[in-house]
C-alpha cells in the first residue's frame, strides 16, 4: 500500500462525463486527499453539490486551482488556452496541469503560452467515453482498460510524467506516450473521422424526403444505431474538435473520399471481388480490435473496478 494519497488536492475544472468519471473513480482508489471542482454553470455546481462525490465545490477557476497539486481541465479544448490564462497566477508551483481534450497540438501551443514554467504541463487524453454528458453521466469505471495517451512536452519533468501516468493507472487505463502531433493524426483516424462520418449518415437519413423521421427511428438496424450513438455526443465538444484538428481531420478526410469512390466505382460496375476483398480486409480490422480487448461484450457501465493497480504499483 502506498503512505498515502497520491495527490494532496486534485482540482476539476469542469464536470461531465469525463471529469465526473475522474471525480468518482479517484475518491474510490484513494488518489486525493481532497477533490475540488467548478464547472461554467452554476446548474451544474449545484447538481455536483448534490450528488456529493467531491469534497468541495467552488464558483470560480481561480478558486478551484489554489493549492491543487493537480489540475485538470475537463472542458471542450476550445475553451483550454482562455481557462489556462485564467488560472496561470493561482497556480501552485510545482503543480502537474493537464486535460483531457482529444485534440493535442492545439491545446499544447494554447495552453502553454499562458501557464508558467514552475508548474508541469503534461496534456492527456483519455480514449474513453459514452454518448452522455453532464455530472450525472459519470461512472468510476470508465477508464478501465481504455488507454490514455500522454503528450508531454519535449522539457516536461519525467518524473511529472510518471507521476501522471500512475495516476490514470490507478483509475483503470493503460497509459501510452506520444508527441502531440501524431496523436492528432492517429485520432483522426481512429475517432474524429469516424464521429463526422455518423453525423453525416444521420444528418443525411433525417433530411430524405421519401423516408420518413418515423421510419428511420422504427426501423434503424444495427449499423444506423451505431451511427446515432455516435452522433449523439457533445455538439460544443465535437465543434471544437473539427476546427481544432482540421488539418489531420481533412487529410484523412480525403483519403476516405479516395477509398469511397473506389467502392463507388465497383459496385457501379458489378465487381463482386473487389467488394469482398475490401470487407474481408476490414473484417480483420474489427477482429484485431477484439483480440486487443478494446471491444468486450460487457457495456460501459457493466466493468467492474477491480484488481486496479495501487498507486505503488500494487495490485
Known amino acids: 500500500m502506498s503512505a498515502g494519497p497520491l495527490f494532496g488536492r486534485i482540482a476539476l475544472i469542469g464536470f461531465g462525463l469525463i471529469g465526473g468519471s475522474i471525480a468518482r473513480a479517484a475518491r474510490a482508489q484513494g488518489l486525493a486527499g481532497e477533490i475540488v471542482a467548478t464547472a461554467r454553470s452554476p446548474a451544474t455546481r449545484a447538481r455536483v453539490q448534490e450528488l456529493g462525490i467531491v469534497d468541495r465545490v467552488v464558483d470560480t477557476n481561480a478558486e478551484a486551482v489554489k493549492d491543487a497539486d493537480l489540475v485538470i481541465l475537463s472542458i471542450p479544448v476550445g475553451a483550454c488556452g482562455p481557462v489556462a490564462e485564467e488560472i496561470a497566477p493561482h497556480l501552485k508551483p510545482g503543480a502537474i496541469v493537464s486535460d483531457v481534450g482529444s485534440v493535442k497540438g492545439m491545446v499544447?501551443?494554447?495552453?502553454?503560452?499562458?501557464?508558467?514554467?514552475?508548474?508541469?504541463?503534461?496534456?492527456?487524453?483519455?480514449?474513453?467515453?459514452?454518448?452522455?454528458?453532464?455530472?450525472d453521466s459519470g461512472f468510476a469505471e470508465l477508464f478501465i482498460n481504455r488507454w490514455c495517451i500522454l503528450t508531454p512536452p519535449p522539457e516536461a519533468d519525467p518524473a511529472a510524467v510518471e507521476k501522471l501516468a500512475t495516476f490514470w493507472r490507478a483509475l483503470g487505463a493503460n497509459v501510452e506516450t506520444m508527441?502531440?502531433?501524431?496523436?492528432?493524426?492517429?485520432?483522426?483516424?481512429?475517432?474524429?473521422?469516424p464521429h463526422l462520418i455518423a453525423y453525416t449518415i444521420v444528418g443525411t437519413a433525417d433530411e430524405l424526403e421519401d423516408v420518413t423521421q418515423a421510419e428511420v427511428l422504427k426501423f434503424s438496424a444495427g449499423g444506423f444505431r451505431d451511427f446515432t450513438r455516435i452522433a449523439a455526443s457533445d455538439p460544443t465538444m465535437w465543434r471544437d474538435v473539427f476546427l481544432a484538428n482540421k488539418d489531420a481531420v481533412l487529410e484523412m478526410l480525403g483519403a476516405f473520399q479516395e477509398d469511397l469512390s473506389?467502392?463507388?466505382?465497383?459496385?457501379?460496375?458489378?465487381?463482386?471481388?473487389?467488394?469482398?476483398?475490401?470487407?474481408?480486409?476490414?473484417?480483420?480490422?474489427?477482429?484485431?480490435?477484439?483480440?486487443?480487448?478494446?471491444?468486450?461484450?460487457?457495456?460501459?457501465?457493466?466493468?467492474?473496478?477491480?484488481?486496479?493497480?495501487?498507486?505503488?504499483?500494487?495490485?
Do not use: W, Y
Open 108 to 135: 499544447l501551443r494554447d495552453m502553454a503560452a499562458h501557464l508558467p514554467k514552475t508548474v508541469h504541463f503534461i496534456p492527456a487524453h483519455p480514449v474513453a467515453g459514452t454518448e452522455h454528458s453532464g455530472p
Open 179 to 193: 508527441a502531440a502531433d501524431h496523436h492528432d493524426l492517429v485520432l483522426a483516424v481512429t475517432s474524429h473521422l
Open 262 to 315: 473506389k467502392l463507388t466505382r465497383a459496385i457501379r460496375r458489378g465487381d463482386g471481388e473487389a467488394l469482398f476483398d475490401h470487407f474481408t480486409r476490414t473484417r480483420a480490422i474489427r477482429r484485431g480490435i477484439v483480440n486487443l480487448g478494446q471491444e468486450t461484450a460487457d457495456p460501459d457501465f457493466g466493468r467492474k473496478h477491480a484488481n486496479l493497480p495501487k498507486p505503488d504499483g500494487k495490485s
